[in-house]
């Protein structure tokens, strides 16, 4: 079983939509978790980080439900410089230190 | 600050060859990971190590691969002999070893071998 399933997209999406991506993680004793960020040939980039009574960074909206093993990340008012490939990553495992990455969800924007 | 530094940046190698990947963390931080990222697999956690110490290998696929930490500051990843599904990048990582800390990477280690 993979320790993070996210759908791989992708999701092509015009100039200021809204779009949802989920990721469930199987760790139950996962205890931190982010969005990351990479861009095409480029590394990934910390996006945010996802606290449990949820959080947002400006059109960026994180959540987390620890009873179902999910997260998500909603993007508002969606940009091109949006377009990247976005991770999801909790942090846990049997010595509390390891990141597990998604396969990630491709977003293209168009203009 | 310097961010973590990995060389080479792009190697072609020829199946069979040694091939020694490198990386300098960010100072301070006291834990390391390698990764390997391939279209189909995405980001494998390879081996990490927490003050120079390795904790986690289970990732490494197979005797051929190696990693060392020798010091605070600096960490190889082998891989001996070369095969081309080793065709990959290679990212290096860093984090500080606190609560909600987060990671790191390089800029990454294309590499391809014919």
């Known amino acids: 079983r993979k320790e993070v399933e996210q759908d791989p997209g992708p999701f092509n999406v015009p100039e200021g939509a809204t779009v949802a991506f989920n990721c469930t993680y199987s760790n139950s004793a996962s205890q931190s978790f982010f969005w990351y960020r990479q861009d095409c040939r480029k590394e990934p980039k910390l996006l945010m980080s996802?606290?449990?009574s949820g959080n947002e960074d400006g059109r960026f909206t994180a959540q987390l439900n620890r009873a179902s093993q999910y997260i998500s990340l909603l993007i508002r008012d969606s940009k091109l410089s949006d377009s990247a490939t976005y991770l999801c990553?909790?942090?846990?495992?049997?010595?509390?230190?390891?990141?597990?990455f998604g396969t990630g969800t491709s977003l293209t924007v168009i203009p | 600050d310097a961010g973590v530094i990995q060389s080479p940046r792009h190697e072609v190698t020829e199946m069979g060859q040694e091939v020694t990947l490198r990386c300098k963390p960010i100072s301070g931080h006291n834990s390391l990971f390698w990764y390997r990222q391939t279209m189909m697999r995405g980001l494998e956690l390879l081996i990490y190590f927490n003050n120079n110490v390795p904790i986690d290998d289970s990732g490494m696929p197979e005797d051929r691969f190696s990693a060392k930490m020798p010091n605070a500051s600096f960490s190889t990843l082998k891989i001996q002999p070369s095969e081309p599904r080793d065709s990959a990048v290679y990212f290096c990582?860093?984090?500080?070893?606190?609560?909600?800390?987060?990671?790191?990477f390089g800029e990454g280690s294309w590499l391809t071998v014919v």
């Open positions: 996802v606290y449990s």
């Open positions: 990582a860093s984090s500080p070893v606190t609560a909600g800390n987060t990671i790191y």
């Open positions: 990553v909790p942090k846990g495992g049997n010595t509390g230190n390891q990141f597990y």
